[in-house]
């Protein structure tokens, strides 16, 4: 069963931070590709930020040196480090997973997600 979730959202200040998690079923995790999108209300869904079994690491252009991604193999954790957040950052968060295709994840082979969690970002 594909089980991933989310925490560590919430309202922050802009040039604030926040850490996201995401506790993944063993199943889920042993996916080739996991990661964190986004979604603003009235846009589409994002990718943010991936990771893949090689530990190839893929960010939006957005986000290049502010967030950044880590897990836990051991816990089946994977979180998204946050900083210097702008109001344009605000959407709700997904932690998701997929199968790699290709040589190297990309957005749509994500296939899996959780439920999400809100970040809002005030100026």
């Known amino acids: 069963q594909v089980q991933l979730v989310e925490s560590g959202g919430g309202s922050v200040q802009a040039g604030g931070s926040l850490r996201l998690s995401c506790a993944a079923s063993?199943?889920?995790?042993?996916?080739?590709?996991i990661g964190w999108f986004r979604q603003a209300p009235g846009k589409e869904r994002e990718g943010v930020a991936g990771?893949?079994?090689?530990?190839?690491?893929r960010y939006a252009d957005s986000v290049k040196g502010r967030f950044t991604i880590s897990r836990d193999n051991a816990k089946h954790t994977l979180w998204l480090q946050m900083n210097s957040l702008k109001p344009e950052d605000t959407a709700m968060y997904y932690c998701?997973?997929?199968?790699?295709?290709?040589?190297?994840?990309?957005?749509?082979?994500?296939?899996?997600w959780g439920q999400g969690t809100q970040v809002t970002v005030s100026s």
């Open positions: 990771i893949d079994d090689d530990d190839r690491i």
């Open positions: 063993g199943s889920t995790y042993s996916r080739k590709c």
């Open positions: 998701a997973a997929g199968e790699k295709i290709g040589t190297m994840c990309y957005w749509w082979d994500y296939k899996y």
